[in-house]
């Protein structure tokens, strides 16, 4: 099963791919975290990704799209995968499906996410992230076990450099210029799943499983 997340920053993506990703035994591919984990580890792409995304731009096309080719040809991906923030635009879009029609496969599910601008800064404020394995908590609605430790791998828990509220608005605007023409493309392709982001995530989470029985 091969599984797409859409939804605006802060929509709840990456929490509801992880619980898939758990429930169904497939890899969550995070093209923000995989950046991320760069810019930790200090590396020639982490360099360059940052200067986008601190100012809540996409990274290159060209960077993205050799990244997200790259993992999802790894051997855990041939059962599927669950792609979370990719893809972001019609031209990423456009170079997954001709990747995936040479391999006479096609996305199962694009799982569009709703939820109105005004809550989503709420959300981001609230966050904290792992800076190892990328999961995602909120200091109200998901709190950790500890505070300011990951449950998952104990490692530390940040606000994201680009979860300050002037670079959420940009991120949101690039999403309405860019991404959000996505929902049409999947519509037409007829695997378009919408469903309403302000329910609690239990209900989300509910929902999309009865979209993927
Ligand atoms: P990315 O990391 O993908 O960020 P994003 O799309 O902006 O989305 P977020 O991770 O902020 O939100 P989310 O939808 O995962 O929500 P979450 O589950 O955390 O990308 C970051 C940057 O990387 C981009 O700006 C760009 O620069 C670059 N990039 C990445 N991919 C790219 C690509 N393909 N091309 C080019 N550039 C790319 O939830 C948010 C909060 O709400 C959490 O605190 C959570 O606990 C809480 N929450 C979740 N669900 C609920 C609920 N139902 N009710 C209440 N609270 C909830
Ligand atoms: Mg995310
Ligand atoms: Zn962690």
Redesign the pocket.
């Known amino acids: 099963m091969k599984i797409i997340m859409l939804?605006?920053?802060?929509?709840?993506?990456?929490?509801?791919a992880e619980m898939i990703s758990e429930k169904y035994n497939l890899p969550h591919i995070?093209?923000?975290?995989i950046?991320?984990a760069n810019i930790k580890n200090g590396t020639e792409l982490g360099k360059e990704?940052k200067g986008?995304?601190d100012k809540?731009?996409?990274?290159p096309?060209e960077l993205?799209v050799r990244i997200?080719l790259d993992r999802v040809a790894k051997e855990d991906c041939k059962n599927g995968y669950i792609l979370?923030?990719?893809?972001?635009?019609i031209p990423?879009a456009e170079v997954l499906d001709a990747e995936l029609n040479k391999l006479g496969d096609k996305i199962d599910a694009a799982i569009d996410?709703e939820v109105p601008d005004e809550s989503i800064i709420k959300?981001?404020i609230?966050?904290?992230?792992c800076v190892s394995c990328g999961a995602?908590?909120?200091l109200e609605?998901?709190p950790p076990k500890k505070e300011g430790i990951c449950d998952k791998c104990g490692d530390k828990l940040i606000l994201r450099d680009?979860d300050r509220e002037e670079t959420v608005k940009n991120?949101l605007n690039?999403y309405h210029e860019q991404t959000q023409p996505l929902i049409d493309f999947y519509q037409r392709k007829g695997v378009l799943k919408s469903l309403d982001?302000?329910?609690?995530?239990m209900d989300?989470f509910q929902e999309i499983t009865e979209i993927l029985a």
């Open positions: 939804g605006a920053p802060g929509a709840g993506k990456g929490t509801q995070s093209t923000g975290d950046f991320r990704a986008y995304m809540g731009l996409l990274v096309d993205t997200l979370d923030g990719f893809p972001r635009n990423q996410i959300r981001m609230g966050r904290r992230a995602t908590y909120h609605n998901v680009d991120r690039v982001g302000t329910k609690d995530m989300v």
